[in-house]
């Protein structure tokens, strides 16, 4: 009669695999940053149309702090983000000898980027992007009311509405970066040295650390909002006003800490 083999509890329990699990915690999908990076020539921009016309403005004041402000808070208000997926393009390679087919990776093609934001009372995310598509192709919302929109050296000039005035590329592209957040948790415990006895003791605490630390981020590089949602208003029951914005962009650098 064959003897059974005894299994290590050890390296097989439950309780050993939630043990390793939990030695470093499990990673969470609500802990995130998003962090938009303005080109000069956006920064210029939004100063430069930051002015009183008519006795109401065409946009917001992102002008110097502000800038910064409007930041923060569209991190605040960023609902939704995924880091978009990679795939490559392959060509068939028929090897004669063997009779197989390999497929040889030919290129790297990268998904949009889809950010959904909460509306804040002050619509920040509207205006912002909103603005930055004005910018990069020249609209402005009145032909009769003309609006500093294109560079002239140093400073901006009046120019009347013009839908096909294209911006140069890097003036309209920034980099945008996702920050995935992660709680440090229990700290373990940490041999030493005494002091003043020179003895090795070991330190621990079970204090939970409420800092985040950040194990990776991706830069998303020259990305721009080509895609602005429908933003919906309804007479029924109140929600949360949201608008979804779609970013093009070059490639990804995943950078891990």
């Not at 915690?25 to 210029?44: C, H, V």
């Not at 880091?83 to 063997?98: C, E, L, Q």
């Not at 990268?110 to 004005?134: A, H, R």
């Not at 500093?148 to 005035?165: E, F, V």
Request: aromatic share 12%; net charge positive; proline share 5%.
């Amino acid at each position: 009669m064959a003897q059974s083999k005894q299994i290590n509890k050890e390296k097989f329990g439950i309780e050993s695999y939630m043990a390793k699990i939990l030695d470093k915690g499990i990673s969470t999908s609500n802990l995130y940053e998003f962090e938009i990076t303005p080109s000069t020539e956006m920064r210029r921009f939004m100063e430069a149309n930051a002015k009183k016309k008519g006795g109401g403005d065409l946009y917001p004041k992102f002008t110097g702090d502000k800038i910064g402000q409007a930041q923060q808070r569209m991190n605040l208000l960023c609902q939704d983000i995924q880091i978009p997926g990679s795939t490559f393009n392959s060509v068939d390679v028929k090897m004669p000898k063997k009779g197989l087919t390999q497929k040889m990776a030919s290129a790297k093609m990268y998904n949009e980027l889809d950010v959904s934001f909460i509306c804040d009372l002050g619509s920040t995310p509207i205006s912002f992007f909103k603005m930055w598509q004005d910018m990069t192709i020249g609209i402005q919302p009145s032909q009769a009311s003309p609006e500093p929109i294109y560079s002239n050296g140093s400073r901006y000039t009046t120019l009347p509405h013009m839908a096909y005035a294209q911006r140069y590329y890097d003036d309209y592209t920034a980099d945008v970066v996702i920050n995935k957040l992660e709680k440090y948790g229990v700290s373990k415990p940490v041999k030493g040295i005494a002091q003043n006895s020179g003895n090795v003791i070991e330190r621990s605490s079970s204090t939970p650390r409420e800092d985040y630390h950040v194990p990776f981020k991706v830069r998303l590089v020259n990305a721009y909002p080509y895609s602005f949602s429908t933003v919906a208003y309804s007479a029924g029951q109140a929600q949360a006003v949201k608008c979804v914005v779609a970013f093009y962009y070059e490639y990804q650098q995943f950078m891990f800490n």
